[in-house]
């Protein structure tokens, strides 16, 4: 939890502490490592939260992408396009299609999910006669 910080002397953990708290500290009498505490939680609270990958992948998975005209059935996206998006919104992950599909399970026995179409067969070149 405060790793490198317990290298720090007083002094710079001080500046580091009245730069992200709105209280300010002139000095510390306490031990090093109850300051070093304070600030590596300050710093914990200072990063910006991001959902997990599983919250987008439910999130994109029960997402609509349009309604069918005269059936009025409701289109969502293909796992393609999910793997897309979550590749984009989170660089290097490992989700898979197979990923997508036991998320989409999971989540067949709570809600209707959109009818998802399916994947076109990759067909190979045939080379010509």
């Not at 349009?66 to 293909?78: A, F, L, M, S, V």
């Not at 396009?81 to 197979?98: M, N, Q, V, W, Y």
Request: proline content about 8%.
């Amino acid at each position: 939890m405060i790793d490198g910080l317990e290298k720090m002397d007083t002094k710079d953990l001080l500046a580091e502490f009245n730069r992200l708290s709105e209280k300010k500290l002139t000095g510390w009498k306490g031990k090093k490592l109850d300051l070093a505490t304070r600030v590596a939680k300050l710093r914990a609270a200072a990063r910006p939260r991001t959902r997990p990958i599983k919250a987008a992948a439910y999130e994109l998975i029960c997402a609509v992408a349009y309604i069918e005209p005269g059936t009025n059935r409701k289109i969502g996206y293909d796992y393609d396009e999910i793997l897309r998006r979550i590749h984009a919104e989170f660089p290097g992950c490992s989700t898979t299609d197979k990923c997508l599909r036991w998320y989409a399970v999971q989540l067949q026995a709570d809600a209707i999910l959109p009818y998802r179409p399916r994947r076109s067969p990759k067909r190979s070149k045939a080379p010509p006669p």
